[in-house]
C-alpha cells in the first residue's frame, strides 16, 4: 500500500510538472479595448502589441503572424533577456518583433544582468527605440499629440521621471511605460499619464490554491490613471507556471468622448 501511494504521488508530481511546462510555454494573446475621453479622436484608433519578460523564450514566426498587420507599434516592457541567454537568440526576438512594425523598450532588472552595452548596441542596430528616461511623439495631421514615455530600471534608482517628462507635451495624451508596477506611486496629477503599462510580476507565476508571491495581472482603474500589470511572456528561475499564464497583449485605444 505504502509503494502504491508513494507511486501515485510520483505520477501525480509527473504529470503537475508537465501541465506547469506546458502552461508556460503558451502564446496567449490578451485583445483588450480601452476608451478614454482625453484621447484625441484625430487618431481614430491606436493598437499596440505589448510584451514584457520575455526571459528565456523564443519568439516563433507563427506567433507573430497571428498578431501581423494589426499593429501600430510594438513595446518591450522589460526583461527582453537576462543572464546566459545567447544574444542571438535576442536578436531573432527582436528580429520576429519588428516586423509588426516600430518598437519600443524599456530597461527591466534582469536585461542589467547581460552585457547591457551590448544589449544596447543590439537594440539600436535594429532600430528599436529604447525609452531610457525619455519619450517619443506621435502627432496627427490635426495637430494633436500622442507620446509614449519610458522610465529605465526602477530597482537599480534608474528611474527618473522628471527627465522622461521634461520634454513632453502639457496637452498630449500620454502611455507610461515602466517594468515595474510600482512606478503609479510616483505619479501625480501633474504627470497626466492616462495609461500605465508594466510587468516585472509574472502574476505570482505559480499561484498555490490560488495565492503567490504577486497578484495575477490584470487592469486597474485608478484615481489619476488606468494601470495595466502583465503576467508577462516568459518565467524566472523555473521554467513553469501555475495559476498565472502567460500573456502578451493587443490593446485598442480609443475615445469615449460622444
Do not use: C
Request: charged content about 20%; hydrophobic content about 40%.
Amino acid at each position: 500500500m505504502f509503494l502504491f501511494l508513494v507511486a501515485l504521488a510520483l505520477l501525480f508530481s509527473g504529470a503537475l510538472l508537465i501541465y506547469m511546462y506546458k502552461l508556460a510555454n503558451q502564446n496567449n494573446i490578451l485583445e483588450q479595448s480601452l476608451a478614454f475621453p482625453d484621447f484625441p479622436a484625430s487618431f481614430g484608433k491606436v493598437t499596440i502589441f505589448f510584451i514584457s519578460d520575455i526571459h528565456k523564450r523564443t519568439i516563433s514566426t507563427d506567433f507573430i503572424n497571428r498578431v501581423n498587420k494589426k499593429v501600430d507599434f510594438v513595446i518591450i516592457g522589460g526583461d527582453l533577456t537576462e543572464k546566459n541567454v545567447p544574444m542571438e537568440r535576442v536578436r531573432e526576438n527582436i528580429k520576429q518583433l519588428k516586423k509588426l512594425g516600430l518598437v519600443f523598450f524599456v530597461w527591466g532588472n534582469n536585461d542589467y544582468e547581460v552585457n547591457f552595452h551590448e544589449l544596447d548596441s543590439l537594440l539600436l542596430q535594429h532600430g528599436v527605440k529604447i525609452l531610457d528616461n525619455s519619450s517619443y511623439l506621435f502627432e496627427s495631421e490635426t495637430g494633436d499629440k500622442l507620446e509614449v514615455i519610458g522610465v529605465d530600471d526602477l530597482l537599480q534608482n534608474r528611474d527618473r521621471l522628471d527627465i522622461a517628462f521634461e520634454n513632453t507635451s502639457k496637452i498630449s495624451f500620454k502611455i507610461l511605460v515602466s517594468h515595474y508596477p510600482q512606478i503609479v506611486e510616483r505619479l501625480n496629477d501633474t504627470h497626466s499619464v492616462s495609461l500605465v503599462l508594466t510587468g516585472h510580476t509574472h502574476g505570482g507565476q505559480i499561484r498555490i490554491f490560488g495565492f503567490g508571491p504577486y497578484e495575477k495581472g490584470g487592469i486597474t482603474h485608478l484615481s489619476n490613471t488606468t494601470l495595466l500589470v502583465s503576467n508577462g511572456y516568459g518565467t524566472s528561475i523555473v521554467p513553469l507556471r501555475l495559476g498565472a499564464a502567460p500573456e502578451t497583449h493587443l490593446i485598442t485605444i480609443t475615445t469615449n468622448n460622444a
